[in-house]
C-alpha cells in the first residue's frame, strides 16, 4: 500500500512500537500511538513531533480502543504490538500473570482486530504481531508463546474473511532487545535493535507478502525444527531445557 497517511501503532510506548513510530513518522506519516501509560505515551510523542498524538487505551478493554478510534481515525494502517511476557518454568508460574498474558495477548489482540476493522479506511491495513517463539513450542515458552502461536491463526483466519475491505498482515520477529526479551537470562541468537526491527517492518509492510518474518537466519532453522519428525524436533529442543 503506497502513501499511508494516518497509522496507529498500539503498544507505542515503548520498544519495537515505539520504534516502528518513529520510522513511520520518519517516513511521513501521521502517527497516533496507545498504550496504558500516558506519560510513556507523551514522552514518545515529544520526541515524535507536533503532528503525532497519543490516546490512553487498555486492549483488554475494547470501548476504550473504540473511543481513541472514534477521536482519531479512520485509519490507513493499524499495528497492535500490546503483549505481556513472563518467561520461566511452568511449575513456578503465577497463575494470575499467565492468565493476563493470555487476555492481553490473545483477546487483546482479538478486540484491536474488531475495533481496527471497522476504524481502517477501505484496503486499509491490519499488521498483528506474532513471534518466532510461535513458530514451535519450545521449553519455558508456555502461554506466552501459545498466544503468539494463537494470534498466527487468528491472523490467517482473519486475512481471507476481512479481504478486500482489510489487508491483515502478520509480523513474526525473532530477538529485539527490548524490555520485553530484557527479561530472559539466556542468550539471544542473532538478536536486533528495536531501530532495524522497526525498518524491516516497515519495509514489509510495503511489500504484499502475508507474513514478515525476520531475521531468516533464526526463522528457518525454526521452521525446519517444526517440520522434522516430533522425535527428533523434541530431542532437539530438550538441550534448551534448563
Ligand atoms: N522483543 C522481542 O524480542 C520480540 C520478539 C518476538 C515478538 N515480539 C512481540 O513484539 C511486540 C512488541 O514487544 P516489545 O519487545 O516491543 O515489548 P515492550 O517494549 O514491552 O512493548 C510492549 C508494548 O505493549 C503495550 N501494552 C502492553 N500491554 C498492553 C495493554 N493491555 N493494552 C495496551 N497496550 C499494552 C506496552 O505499553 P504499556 O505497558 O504502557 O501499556 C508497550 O507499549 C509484542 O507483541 C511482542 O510479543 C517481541
Given at each position: 500500500m503506497a502513501n499511508i497517511q494516518k497509522v496507529w501503532i498500539i503498544?507505542?510506548?515503548?520498544g519495537i512500537g515505539a520504534a516502528l513510530a518513529q520510522a513511520y513518522a520518519d517516513d511521513g506519516a501521521e502517527v497516533t500511538i496507545s498504550g496504558r501509560n500516558a506519560e510513556a505515551l507523551e514522552k514518545v510523542v515529544s520526541i515524535l513531533g507536533p503532528r503525532h498524538s497519543f490516546a490512553v487505551a487498555d486492549v483488554v478493554d475494547p470501548q476504550s480502543l473504540e473511543d481513541a478510534a472514534r477521536a482519531r481515525?479512520?485509519?490507513d494502517c493499524i499495528i497492535t504490538t500490546a503483549a505481556i511476557y513472563d518467561p520461566g518454568p511452568v511449575l513456578a508460574a503465577d497463575q494470575k500473570k499467565a492468565e493476563d498474558i493470555i487476555v492481553a495477548n490473545l483477546t487483546g489482540t482479538y478486540n484491536v482486530a474488531r475495533v481496527g476493522a471497522k476504524n481502517l479506511k477501505p484496503g486499509g491495513q491490519l499488521a498483528l504481531f506474532g513471534s518466532a517463539a510461535a513458530i514451535f513450542g519450545l521449553p519455558n515458552g508456555q502461554v506466552y508463546s501459545a498466544t503468539k502461536a494463537g494470534i498466527v491463526n487468528l491472523a490467517q483466519s482473519l486475512r481471507v474473511e476481512l479481504e478486500p475491505n482489510v489487508d491483515v498482515r502478520l509480523i513474526t520477529p525473532g530477538f529485539v532487545r527490548t524490555r520485553l526479551t530484557d527479561q530472559n537470562n539466556f542468550e539471544m541468537p542473532f538478536i536486533l535493535e528495536p531501530e532495524a526491527a522497526a525498518q524491516r517492518i516497515l519495509k514489509g509492510l510495503k511489500g504484499k507478502h502475508f507474513e514478515i518474518a525476520f531475521p531468516r537466519r533464526l526463522i528457518w532453522p525454526l521452521r525446519v525444527l517444526a517440520w522434522l519428525p516430533k522425535p527428533i524436533s523434541f530431542a532437539l529442543t530438550k538441550r534448551l531445557k534448563q
Open positions: 503498544g507505542g510506548s515503548s481515525g479512520p485509519f
